[in-house]
């Protein structure tokens, strides 16, 4: 028997946001009896417990963009919403399958604000850090989280910076965060949440940025910065954040584009826990005035 064709998908803000959430949380699953027939092939996507009113929101999108009802499975960890026609996988699954920024949304700022939505609703949170929100992403396709990082910035002017978690037996992880005032609000206004809880903290995040004054010394150039260099032979950006009571995403805008323009140099040094290291593992940025 001939499978059945790859269904036809309207790529829409809604289908764009569904390709992210595949990515983010779902999995194609495949099953064949003894003489090597496949019996199951279907799209599974993981909600926790806790947000049972995301399922509804992924079952109606399902059902309005796909013209199909999804299975709802209550599992001891999590609920599990199915898709099971043939064609509807079969053409889904490439997306999936290539774990990177789909072509077509990259044509269309609106979709591609849709798809990335769907990732971070997914693989993404949203929280506060003291007097300062985070969106964070996390994944372990480096070129992924670095392809994400490039169009938050070339087409939502948001900054953004990855970290790198790695535990004993475990693939490393690569986090995208986005902080400050500066990329925390356009993000959150131009791409959002679905997800009503992520959604409703953002919000929260929202409300508290608009009345906080914006600290950036973006419009009295970099004196400030040059400094606080001049006190010190190197410094992190860390530490001159401290010292001018900013945030540390500003002072690292303003440390690269010193170094554009030939007026300071960073040194990297790699390290653990247990000290400086020749290979890589984690690094630090130490910055200091050239020719000083």
């Known amino acids: ?14 289908t764009a946001y569904f390709i992210g959430v595949l990515q983010g949380d779902g999995n194609i699953n495949k099953s064949f009896n003894k003489k090597g027939w496949l019996m199951t092939y279907g799209i599974r996507i993981a909600v926790s417990h806790k947000d049972k009113a995301y399922v509804n929101v992924l079952k109606k999108l399902i059902i309005k963009n796909f013209d ?16 099971y026609d043939r064609s509807l996988v079969r053409a889904l699954e490439e997306f999936k399958r290539n774990m990177k920024i789909p072509e077509f949304v990259l044509k ?16 993404g949170c949203c929280y506060s850090r003291g007097t300062n929100g985070v969106i964070d992403f996390s994944n372990n396709r480096k070129e992924l ?7 938050l910035e070339s087409e939502f002017n948001i900054k953004s910076y990855i970290r790198l978690n790695k535990k004993e037996d475990y693939k490393p992880v690569y986090r995208l965060m986005v902080s400050n005032k500066l990329n925390m609000v356009p993000f959150i206004e131009e791409i959002g949440f679905r997800h009503p809880r992520k959604s409703r903290l953002a919000k929260g995040l929202l409300k508290f940025y608009k ?16 400094n606080s260099l001049k006190s010190k032979r ?6 001159i954040a401290k010292n001018l009571n900013l945030h540390r995403e500003t002072i690292k805008e303003h440390l690269e584009k010193l170094e554009k323009k030939g007026i300071v140099q960073k040194r990297t040094v790699y ?6 290291i020749e290979k890589p593992s984690c690094k630090r940025y130490y910055w200091r005035l050239k020719n000083v």
């Open 1 to 14: 028997m001939k499978p059945k064709p790859a269904a036809k998908i309207n790529f829409n803000s809604d």
């Open 68 to 83: 199909y009802k999804p299975s709802i499975h209550n599992a001891d960890r999590c609920y599990g919403i199915s898709i």
């Open 108 to 123: 269309d700022t609106k979709l591609l604000a849709a798809y990335l939505q769907g990732l971070f609703d997914t693989d």
């Open 145 to 151: 989280v670095e392809s994400i990082r490039s169009v």
């Open 211 to 226: 009345k906080m004054p914006t600290r950036s010394i973006r419009n009295t150039g970099h004196e400030k910065v040059i």
């Open 234 to 239: 190197e410094m992190t950006a860390n530490d």
């Open 271 to 276: 390290f653990n826990r247990w000290g400086v």
